[in-house]
């Protein structure tokens, strides 16, 4: 039985040139980066250059890069931070529907203490209206927050001009970039961003690292507080390994945009060609070209796309699906909702994301076992094509 | 999450299918869920089920779930199955995960539905059944054909009013050739799918429904025929969502039916009301007459902004108001003349095809 594993925006293998960075880092300089001797000082010295590393792949100075555990951690510390931090200008913040759960969830917590978030509404390619934006922005407005690529169905939002709209009335702008990095040049200088978030385990890194890149200038109240690493900004002992792998990898991956995504969309166009072909009844979710190449959302009609996941596994595919039922209490994929996905793909819809190390010989596995799991499955439902029942 | 035992059902699951010739056939959707379950049970005199199978579509849970319902059902009297509960579907599924015993009630349901659904074909087979000439007619399986009635004068008056009324909405602005063929258009594509629809299953079912509308037909207008016939449609084996609303085809009627109206008819239509158009391309032409400039260019924008592709032809013409009047007259003149030829010839196309 063959694997193949087709979640990669869920999270990625690391490379060998990472794991060949990060080995050091375990046995051989092991040090604490915060400590004042030579096994602290090695140590921080590995840290410092993955902050370059990092700090040149954005567009950024290394002094306002913090290594955070991840990239929901990233999100939080930026929206709590600055939320806290400028409440004395307003209470108001506006993000979208179709942000992350740790956006959605930051934005939930502050309005339990008295903040006003406004989530905006999509369109049917999952794209954030301008016009819809302005309309929005208030005299207390204090931070719009919106992700550059979105992680179900990889839309690329209109960064630049979300940025710019922000800036002429003097707002805060964060972006989570956690899916983008590795498949979209980002420049913050050139997109006029003040906050970021980025994490390591999407681009071939380890998990349990990531960053936040704050513009110098820009007030932000800490989340965790205790010992003064990462300048005082971020406490907890930095992980080293981990932070050295992430510096090797966001390398890596700016240096290879190009490539990867080129190699990624051939492979991904065969697969959109060979699964519209042989499957019916099928709809692609998302954005026709302002689009990662690496993420396509499926949706089947009259199949479920819990047992379509789980007949897939026993194959030996792994996808993801946004929604989850559980307790009967059923959580539609709140992105597919907020860009009115028709009912009968909702229930149905699949992600597939591809990695850079995809075969042809996966790709055609993988669409065998799709076309013949989807035949069984719509055999057994009781819901025909005519909406009429069998 | 699911053990092992409930993977090696879900791989090869028993008594998937439908069911030639079943007696009672039970439909479960859960509102929040989404999930459909169907249950066929093939029950003979005795009040034992001899077979049972089912359709589903959902999790796992639910289809492992509706497979052991079907496989602890068989050979079991109607009473036995009515007591069946989730510890039974337990016993040969092995454990569920707490956060999925929900799909266990989903398929118990739907047999319940599926013996009362038995229940209720029993007390419809005490009325006498048919003749077997009439029978042959039948198994051509053409939509049987109305009665003719010709419509009475207030009848027609009634219809001119509303074009009249809807023509007055519109105001001054006409459309080259579109609205003319529309009517008939539409016309027709309504009797087509009321054509289509093939909703006997089964001979039997075939006579039962029959029976039940023949001997009503004959007392009925034609308004109440046409609400009758797509009450028919409604019958709870055709449908899926007898219960609980039809989402499916709804939108899907309705879209099909945004798709054929004709796109400049549909802004006629709204009026000032900003309906949007998609489909308005170079090959559309369009005419208006005002009496001012601002609506021209308001009109005209606007509905080139809203063509989103390419820009319609626009022909404008500003006129006086009494030219205006003259006009407005000029075409009610017109249309009384016709009112009654352009009713006809409606009604008639519309039984021809």
Redesign the interface.
């Known amino acids: 039985m063959k694997r193949v594993y087709l979640d990669n925006a869920a999270t990625t293998y690391c490379s060998s040139e990472v794991i060949n960075e990060m080995m050091p880092a375990f046995s051989t300089i092991y040090g604490n980066s915060n400590s004042m001797h030579s096994f602290g000082r090695d140590a921080s010295a590995i840290v410092d250059r993955a902050r370059d590393r990092v700090a040149k792949a954005i567009g950024a100075k290394s002094n306002e890069v913090y290594f955070t555990s991840g990239g929901s951690e990233a999100n939080n510390w930026a929206i709590k931070g600055v939320a806290k931090a400028n409440c004395n200008k307003g209470k108001h913040i506006i993000t979208s529907k179709i942000e992350h759960d740790s956006v959605l969830e930051s934005c939930r917590a502050l309005e339990a203490e008295g903040f006003e978030v406004t989530y905006l509404d999509v369109d049917e390619s999952g794209l954030v209206s301008l016009a819809d934006l302005m309309h929005h922005i208030r005299k207390d407005t204090i931070l719009i927050s919106i992700m550059t690529v979105n992680n179900e169905v990889g839309t690329i939002q209109n960064i630049k001009a979300i940025a710019k709209t922000a800036h002429e009335s003097g707002i805060i702008f964060h972006t989570d970039a956690v899916q983008a990095i590795g498949a979209v040049k980002i420049d913050v200088d050139d997109m006029d961003i003040d906050l970021l978030s980025m994490s390591a385990h999407k681009i071939y890194g380890p998990k349990g690292a990531g960053a936040l890149y704050i513009r110098n200038g820009i007030k932000c109240l800490d989340l965790l507080d205790g010992g003064n690493q990462e300048r005082k900004r971020r406490a907890g002992t930095v992980n080293v390994p981990a932070v050295a792998g992430f510096g090797r990898a966001i390398e890596t991956a700016c240096r290879d945009i190009i490539v990867n995504q080129q190699k990624i969309k051939t492979i991904r166009d065969y697969f959109l060609k060979q699964i519209t072909e042989k499957v019916q009844y099928i709809r692609i979710n998302g954005h026709q070209y302002q689009k990662v190449q690496g993420i396509i959302n499926i949706g089947f009609e009259?199949?479920?796309a819990?047992?379509l996941l789980?007949?897939l596994d026993?194959e030996g595919i792994a996808v993801s699906m946004g929604s989850a039922?559980?307790?009967?209490?059923?959580e539609k994929s709140h992105v597919l909702k907020a860009m009115n996905v028709?009912?009968?793909f909702l229930?149905g819809s699949l992600r597939f994301s591809f990695g850079k190390n995809i075969s042809k010989d996966d790709v055609d596995y993988a669409i065998s076992k799709i076309v013949e799991i989807v035949a069984r499955?719509r055999?057994?439902?009781?819901?025909t094509k005519t909406?009429?029942?069998? | 999450m699911?053990s092992h035992k409930i993977?090696e059902i879900?791989?090869n699951?028993s008594n998937?299918?439908?069911l030639q010739g079943s007696n009672g056939i039970g439909?479960y959707v859960d509102e929040?869920?989404?999930?459909?379950?169907?249950i066929y049970l093939k029950i003979d005199d005795e009040q034992t089920i001899t077979e049972a199978r089912?359709?589903?579509?959902?999790?796992?849970g639910t289809?492992v779930a509706s497979s052991a319902v079907c496989s602890l059902v068989v050979d079991s009297s109607l009473a036995e199955a009515q007591e069946l509960t989730a510890e039974d579907i337990l016993q040969v599924t092995g454990e569920y995960p707490?956060?999925?015993m929900?799909s266990l009630d989903f398929a118990i349901r739907g047999l319940n539905l599926a013996i009362a659904d038995y229940y209720q074909r029993i007390e419809k087979d005490d009325k006498p059944k048919r003749k077997k000439s009439e029978d042959k007619k039948l198994k051509d399986k053409k939509v049987k054909q109305e009665p003719i009635i010709q419509p009475t004068q207030d009848e027609i008056e009634d219809e001119l009013n509303v074009i009249e009324r809807e023509e007055e909405a519109i105001e001054s602005v006409e459309v080259v050739e579109a609205t003319k063929e529309y009517i008939k258009e539409e016309v027709i594509a309504e009797n087509k799918e009321q054509e289509s629809f093939d909703?006997f299953e089964d001979e039997e079912e075939q006579n039962e429904q029959v029976d039940e509308n023949e001997d009503r037909t004959q007392d009925l207008s034609l308004d109440e025929l046409q609400e009758e016939e797509s009450q028919e449609y409604l019958d709870e084996?055709?449908?899926?969502y007898d219960e609980f609303g039809?989402?499916?085809?709804e939108?899907?009627e309705v879209a099909e039916k945004e798709q054929a109206l004709d796109p400049v008819d549909l802004f006629l239509r709204g009026g000032d009301s900003g309906l949007e158009i998609h489909n308005l391309s170079s090959s559309d032409r369009i005419s208006i007459t005002t009496t001012t400039e601002e609506t021209i260019n308001i009109k005209a924008t606007r509905m080139v902004e809203e063509s989103k592709t390419f820009s319609p032809v626009i022909e404008t013409k500003i006129i006086s108001d009494e030219e205006m009047k003259k006009l407005s007259a000029g075409k009610k003149e017109e249309k009384s003349e016709s009112k009654v030829s352009k009713a006809k010839a409606m009604f008639d196309a519309m039984f021809e095809e």
């Open positions: 009259m199949v479920d819990e047992s789980m007949m026993l039922c559980t307790a009967g209490v059923a028709p009912e009968e229930k499955l055999s057994i439902s009781p819901i909406g009429r029942a069998k | 699911y993977f879900f791989k699951p998937a299918g439908g439909k929040i869920c989404g999930d459909f379950v169907k089912f359709k589903t579509m959902g999790s796992v289809i707490v956060d999925k929900y909703f084996d055709d449908l899926e039809d989402p499916y085809t939108r899907r």
